[in-house]
């Protein structure tokens, strides 16, 4: 397997979706395919989705043997049309839905991708590259209180004023054009550092943003769970509070109405071994839920 995107909580999640040979499972979020490719191995057939057209391009490369004999069908598109893409591709009553929620290790380290402040590049952050509106064009285009709402909101920042304030006046002399502008006025602004760089947050706001991530979120979790056959498994994996608390929130509910049971009492959090091996699986965290 390339190293394009290192699997988070593969083990786990394969151990709950309990992978059948010749069963029908859909991962929402492909990505590297790492968790697909286990899939596969385990003689399962499997429907990937991802957004983006590198992720597509590598796993039509990754998995040609499986794409050929129709072990794997691959689609370019959002998890929010998850049931149409099912649909299209009968899919229908799935043992198995994985969604492994953020932005992949490819996307973070292609620096033109603009996902990271940790490198030069343009602000991007378009998971789909036919999005017509980018990071810089939301940052530059939105007016204070827009900017405050968005930091505020999607990244939790605290000095989410100070940040909007700083925006705005910086872009009056030029716009703000790359990563590493916007990541040195944020350091100048807020001055602090408590274990996390201090344009983080603002960067995943942004990252949101330009997505539209928490909608979808919200749109294909009810499709997903539609979707799943009786005693399906929806697995998903998020990376930021957002995300869990809809998640949480979507398996509650479902759970109160009778339709699922909720396998994951306590959320499954990576190992301190894998979090060794990996640094970016530390925030994640793991539900899981069973249709009745």
Known sequence: MSDYHIPVLRDE???????????????ATLGGGGHTREMLERGAFVLGIDADSDAIQNAEQEFEDHL?????????GNFRDIKKIAHLHDFIDPEGILFDLGVSSHQLDAKERGFSFRNEALLDMRMDLSLSVTAADLLN?????????????YGEEKDAYKIANSVVRAREEKPIQTTTELAE?????????DGIHPATLAFQALRIAVNDELVSL??????????????????VIS????????????????????AGKIITKKIVVPSEE????????????MRVIEKI
Do not use: C, M, W
């Open 13 to 27: 999640a394969l151990t709950f979706l309990s992978i059948r040979s010749k069963g029908k499972y859909i991962d």
């Open 68 to 76: 050929t004999n129709h072990q794997l069908t691959v689609v370019r």
């Open 141 to 153: 285009g939105l007016g204070k209180k827009e900017l405050y709402r968005l930091f505020l909101e």
């Open 185 to 193: 006025l944020i350091r100048k602004t807020v001055r602090r550092y």
């Open 218 to 235: 919200q749109v294909a979790l009810p499709d997903a769970f539609d979707l799943l056959g009786k005693k399906g498994r929806l697995v």
């Open 239 to 258: 990376f930021h509070s957002l995300e869990d608390r809809i998640v949480k929130e979507f398996l509650s509910l479902k759970e109160k109405e009778g």
């Open 274 to 285: 894998e979090i060794k091996r990996n640094n970016r699986s530390r925030s994640a965290k």
